[in-house]
């Protein structure tokens, strides 16, 4: 009780003569009495959010799973994933069908007989460990979801989950933990998660057995474009907290001018290199894009819509939102709420900041640039017939059967609708 006190009232500290019975029990402050703590201001808010969700990624963004050291049964899951590729994966889909879907999954379900501690070994993990598991059994769902490489149709026409136990158990356990609100895998998990950024490799690979340079690339480079884009991108967090702490004070800022140019970088990154000969729009189509899909339950799978860049920069702007962030951890969605509700452009062109309007008007400028190019990659990459499946534009599928034009149309009006609110 003496910290409270002499913290709130330095002069009611006893001092080093005086025990704290001799000080008059009238004269101490009931608690009702003590002045509430000041709330935090906006910079306080995001910092605050910025550094939880460091923590949840094993104190770095993007994440930095540990591989190493995990309790015997998620070995055994880890094995599993690594299995799983090299048993799914073909070149030439026409060879593939529902006898495949089904022995796949029950070689996995066999796999995973005797599992059942998995959720107690999933609560001893430390956070980076507990990054690293969710992308192996996101991928070991994914693996069971389709059951073979390439995505096959009498796949897609399944609308319910029937995941095996285990897996159901550690999906649930993982996605509570991380706040992700989605049946299936989502970017973090999936990607996220499994590219290194460090050692430029994925832990899990569809492909990487079939031994074809094109193959791989297109799936290492689909993975390392998202991650390495919020890399370059870093100095961007740090300075939407300053420059909500610069607001707070009633000063100008020009902390986006650095922010401005890193996410040039990060656009610039993704535009030199989604292209052919890295990212091979037939490889990417048949052999990558349909497995991250989900459409179990209702639930899409990942996609480029959950890119915490771009949500963090349509925050920032106020740029309204199109979906619900189910796909985002807790602590991506918290920043990125804290930022939203922190109204910074608002607030720099209400107020007397005439340098922190005309730099967050530039990153505008910048998204919106981005988003008039990106339009066009995105359909080229989906404008793609496949006939072993239905498309799966934007890793959901509704709709599917309407065919390939239908799914386009609908997805370019969704684009250009983001276009049309950037600004």
Known sequence: MSFLVSWWYPSLAPSSSSSPSSIASDKLPSPSSLPPPPPPTTGEELQAAWTSLLEEGGGEWPPNPDFTDWPPVLERLHHLALEMGPRTGVVDPSTLGQRDVDANRAWLVQGLAGTDEIVDALRSLDQRRLCAVSACVAWLCHYYRWGTTPVL???????????????TAAMAYLNLRLGILSTGGSLTT?????????????????????????????????????????????????????LASDLDAGTDSEAMVEANDAIRSAFSFGHRHMREGTVNRDTWA???????????????????????LIQC????????????RTHLTSHQRRFVEALRDAQLRQRANAGASPLAAKSLDETARILKTWRLGHIRRAIYYEDVDLPERKPTIGRFGVDADRGLAVMLARMTARLRDRITVTM
């Open 153 to 167: 149709t009498c796949a897609q026409q399944e609308t319910q989950s029937h995941l095996p136990a285990p897996l």
């Open 190 to 242: 999936m990607v996220y998660h499994n590219y290194d950024v460090h050692l430029d490799r994925l832990h899990y690979s569809l492909v990487e057995h079939l031994g074809d340079a094109r193959i791989y690339s297109s799936e290492l480079w689909m993975s390392k474009l998202f991650a390495q884009m919020e890399r370059i991108a870093l100095p961007l967090f740090g300075a939407c907290i300053r």
């Open 286 to 308: 048949r052999y990558v894009g349909g497995f991250f899909a989900w459409s179990w339950d209702g639930c899409p799978g990942a996609s480029g819509s959950q890119s915490f």
């Open 313 to 324: 920069i349509d925050a920032l702007l106020g740029i309204p939102l199109t979906a619900p």
